[in-house]
């Protein structure tokens, strides 16, 4: 295989690479061209890293079509670089332009195939203006640094799970009930559109799977199931909701990362969110130091410091009834004001994390009416054995808790919310068999990724971001 840039860039200099195989071929795609009397620089990047390959032609022709969004194989010999900026570049001794990209709308257009310039021309363009092209953001240098992290991320998930013991569950995308009682989700139907609306030939309940069927917004219920089998499990999957928060913190579709242990009370389960996220921070500081140098500089100035100060603090922990009672004692003029029974707005979260605690929190314990019914209730018949992980600037981060596990209780709470006992009766089947405490969190795996890279907006840490009103 030829080499990747970032290979490209830990090779030792001076010779021929491979050494005995002749010429060194590097691949990837125009990110600029200076020219100079005699000498030209093509700074070429394959996304295998943030830093590009320089290329010197010196006295070589540089071919036609060799322009900004081009991609190219260009050969030669790896140097040291005589100029500030890089440590080694290409000297290059032949290339060739691969794919050319239209750098003016001036060309020939053709029904079906307009000629329009590529648009990336800049160096600098919004994250807005980025979000119309999401075919082509990749190739930004923070979009290209956003995914790479990402994708260094989910491997990590993965690994921290597998050390502990947990199996990796796929959970369903299809689903017949709402986890979270929420009722913000997607109808999935086979039939044509006027048969959903209209009551001409509509079955209520009927369709493809002869019953109602929607997008999951949690595998939570299934993830318990096999929690009640396997110990421990975990999901790392699609999540769909159909809430119209348009903000710069939720999508309509993300991914979810679930664990649900066995026999974990919820202390074991902040010990595991807390545990967790460090070691994500640890993987991501210790894997993409790079990209995060580059998030440090130009998107969240000292993310790398806050990052390594966490891993080294422990997680502010408060209830609920504690955190209310800092809120109504500050002197912050919340639009929202607090008081014990409220849900607690993004402002208030912020305000803990940042002004009381400047860190992450841990929030316990909260009201039963403002959480879902599968919480497990305390002896005070008014809190149940939630947490939420707070952090600074995005507010929540993980939601989670005990489960209620005990068959009576939760068949009391369930008849008060009003909830259809026979759709869930699997679900209480496992407080029928064997039932155990349990415990378990989801983690919005975008809300991580913004919060360890500093992007302001959700949008901006997924690849194609399908949030209301958009789906670009
Ligand atoms: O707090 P939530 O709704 O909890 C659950 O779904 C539980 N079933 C999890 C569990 O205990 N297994 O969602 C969990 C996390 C949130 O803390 C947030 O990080 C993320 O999912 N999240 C979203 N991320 C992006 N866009 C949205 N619309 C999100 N809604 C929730
Ligand atoms: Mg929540």
Request: charged share 25%; glycine share 8%; hydrophobic share 40%.
């Given at each position: 295989?030829?080499?990747?840039?970032?290979?490209?860039?830990?090779?030792?200099?001076?010779s021929r690479i491979p050494p005995d195989s002749g010429e060194l071929r590097v691949r990837g795609w125009v990110r600029t061209k200076r020219e100079m009397k005699n000498l030209v620089f093509v700074e070429v990047n394959d996304g295998s890293c943030l830093s590009n390959l320089q290329c010197t032609f010196d006295g070589i022709p540089v071919p036609a079509g060799l322009s900004t969004g081009a991609s190219v194989e260009i050969?030669?010999?790896?140097?040291?670089?005589?100029?500030?900026?890089?440590?080694?570049?290409?000297?290059?001794?032949?290339?060739?332009?691969?794919?050319?990209?239209?750098?003016?709308?001036?060309?020939?257009?053709?029904?079906?195939?307009?000629?329009?310039?590529?648009?990336?021309?800049?160096?600098?363009?919004?994250?807005?203006?980025?979000?119309?092209?999401?075919?082509?953001?990749?190739?930004?240098?923070?979009?290209?640094?956003?995914?790479?992290?990402?994708?260094?991320?989910?491997?990590?998930?993965?690994?921290?799970?597998?050390?502990?013991?947990?199996?990796?569950?796929?959970?369903?995308?299809?689903?017949?009930?709402?986890?979270?009682?929420?009722?913000?989700?997607?109808?999935?139907?086979?039939?044509?559109?006027?048969?959903?609306?209209?009551?001409?030939?509509?079955?209520?309940?009927?369709?493809?799977?002869?019953?109602?069927?929607?997008?999951?917004?949690?595998?939570?219920?299934?993830?318990?199931?096999?929690?009640?089998?396997?110990?421990?499990?975990?999901?790392?999957?699609?999540?769909?909701?159909?809430?119209?928060?348009?903000?710069?913190?939720?999508?309509?579709?993300?991914?979810?990362?679930?664990?649900?242990?066995?026999?974990?009370?919820?202390?074991?389960?902040?010990?595991?969110?807390?545990?967790?996220?460090?070691?994500?921070?640890?993987?991501?500081?210790?894997?993409?130091?790079?990209?995060?140098?580059?998030?440090?500089?130009?998107?969240?100035?000292?993310?790398?410091?806050?990052?390594?100060?966490?891993?080294?603090?422990?997680?502010?922990?408060?209830?609920?009834?504690?955190?209310?009672?800092?809120?109504?004692?500050?002197?912050?003029?919340?639009?929202?004001?607090?008081?014990?029974?409220?849900?607690?707005?993004?402002?208030?979260?912020?305000?803990?994390?940042?002004?009381?605690?400047?860190?992450?929190?841990?929030?316990?314990?909260?009201?039963?009416?403002?959480?879902?019914?599968?919480?497990?209730?305390?002896?005070?018949?008014?809190?149940?054995?939630?947490?939420?992980?707070?952090?600074?600037?995005?507010?929540?981060?993980?939601?989670?808790?005990?489960?209620?596990?005990?068959?009576?209780?939760?068949?009391?709470?369930?008849?008060?919310?009003?909830?259809?006992?026979?759709?869930?009766?699997?679900?209480?089947?496992?407080?029928?068999?064997?039932?155990?405490?349990?415990?378990?969190?989801?983690?919005?795996?975008?809300?991580?990724?913004?919060?360890?890279?500093?992007?302001?907006?959700?949008?901006?840490?997924?690849?194609?971001?399908?949030?209301?009103?958009?789906?670009?």
């Amino acid at each position: 295989m030829f080499p990747l840039i970032k290979e490209i860039l830990a090779m030792k200099t001076g010779s021929r690479i491979p050494p005995d195989s002749g010429e060194l071929r590097v691949r990837g795609w125009v990110r600029t061209k200076r020219e100079m009397k005699n000498l030209v620089f093509v700074e070429v990047n394959d996304g295998s890293c943030l830093s590009n390959l320089q290329c010197t032609f010196d006295g070589i022709p540089v071919p036609a079509g060799l322009s900004t969004g081009a991609s190219v194989e260009i050969s030669g010999r790896l140097v040291l670089s005589p100029a500030q900026g890089q440590a080694v570049e290409l000297a290059a001794e032949a290339v060739t332009v691969v794919g050319r990209a239209e750098d003016s709308p001036a060309g020939k257009a053709e029904p079906g195939n307009p000629v329009k310039a590529y648009p990336l021309q800049k160096k600098r363009h919004s994250l807005e203006f980025l979000r119309e092209i999401p075919h082509l953001r990749g190739r930004t240098n923070t979009i290209g640094a956003v995914m790479r992290v990402r994708s260094a991320l989910a491997f990590a998930v993965h690994s921290f799970f597998r050390k502990q013991g947990f199996q990796y569950l796929h959970t369903p995308i299809i689903t017949g009930n709402d986890a979270e009682g929420a009722g913000a989700m997607f109808r999935v139907t086979a039939q044509d559109p006027p048969a959903v609306s209209g009551p001409a030939g509509a079955k209520p309940g009927g369709g493809f799977f002869g019953r109602e069927s929607y997008l999951t917004v949690s595998g939570q219920l299934e993830a318990e199931t096999y929690a009640a089998a396997l110990s421990r499990v975990y999901t790392f999957g699609p999540t769909f909701r159909a809430e119209h928060s348009n903000t710069a913190r939720h999508l309509a579709e993300f991914w979810m990362i679930e664990p649900e242990a066995a026999f974990f009370t919820l202390s074991d389960n902040i010990a595991l969110a807390e545990a967790f996220l460090k070691n994500l921070f640890s993987a991501v500081l210790e894997e993409c130091g790079e990209d995060l140098r580059f998030f440090d500089e130009r998107i969240e100035k000292g993310i790398i410091d806050t990052l390594k100060s966490i891993i080294d603090s422990r997680f502010t922990r408060m209830t609920y009834t504690q955190a209310v009672a800092e809120l109504e004692k500050s002197r912050q003029p919340f639009e929202y004001k607090p008081y014990w029974g409220c849900d607690m707005q993004s402002e208030h979260e912020k305000y803990l994390t940042e002004k009381i605690a400047g860190g992450p929190v841990v929030v316990t314990d909260y009201p039963k009416e403002i959480k879902a019914f599968y919480m497990k209730q305390n002896d005070d018949g008014k809190t149940v054995r939630a947490m939420d992980v707070l952090v600074p600037r995005l507010g929540e981060i993980i939601g989670g808790s005990e489960r209620e596990n005990r068959l009576d209780v939760l068949q009391n709470r369930m008849t008060e919310l009003g909830m259809n006992a026979e759709t869930y009766d699997w679900y209480l089947d496992l407080r029928r068999y064997g039932s155990v405490p349990h415990s378990g969190f989801g983690m919005g795996f975008e809300r991580l990724v913004q919060y360890i890279t500093g992007m302001a907006n959700i949008r901006d840490v997924i690849p194609y971001p399908r949030a209301a009103g958009q789906l670009y």
